[in-house]
């Protein structure tokens, strides 16, 4: 099993679900929301780093010999970036319980916080096609993972139990 490739998949599900609980702010209530999205951006730098050799060699290639799908999934990647660090930075300009927790006056500012309301909705649409790109590396992951005969799902017939349970028993 490769164990950065199961990492970095982890580290992906877990920024989806995270995405998908901040888009329910009412449900959840100020304080997860702002507390869960302060902790979904660092996990998004993490997510970043792990993936900092591929950014490195897009970065260093990207107006020499690379792929158009590689390019445009590139370019692709850096919006979807700034739109989340837009959407961290509003949000901490609006927040109402992180900012404040630290004496932090917040800016009450309705423009700031349309824009913070807004972008969720262009956020899961460039999610969505984000995952349409990967859809590959998700599919193999989840096969991998998840799938019969996986490492993590793999059980022992009886058979086989009946087996192990002798050379036990002999030893």
């Avoid at 919006?79 to 800016?107: A, D, E």
């Avoid at 969505?128 to 990967?134: E, S, T």
Wanted: charged share 15%; hydrophobic share 50%; net charge positive.
């Amino acid at each position: 099993m490769n164990d950065i490739r199961f990492h970095k998949f982890m580290v992906d599900i877990v920024l989806l679900l995270g995405l998908i609980l901040l888009y329910f702010e009412k449900g959840t209530g100020h304080a997860v929301h702002e507390w869960t999205g302060i902790l979904l951006f660092l996990l998004l730098l993490w997510h970043l780093c792990l993936n900092w050799n591929w950014i490195a060699l897009c970065s260093r290639k990207f107006f020499g010999k690379l792929p158009l799908k590689t390019r445009l999934n590139f370019i692709w990647n850096i919006f979807l970036y700034w739109i989340l660090c837009i959407m961290v930075f509003t949000g901490i300009l609006i927040s109402r319980v992180f900012t404040p927790g630290f004496n932090i006056k917040i800016v009450n500012d309705p423009f700031m916080s349309y824009v913070h309301h807004q972008l969720p909705k262009i956020l899961f649409v460039m999610i969505g096609v984000h995952l349409i790109i990967h859809y590959r590396w998700i599919f193999q992951c989840c096969s991998l993972y998840f799938g019969k005969g996986s490492p993590r799902t793999q059980t022992l017939s009886n058979k086989e139990s009946k087996e192990l349970q002798e050379q036990k028993e002999s030893k």
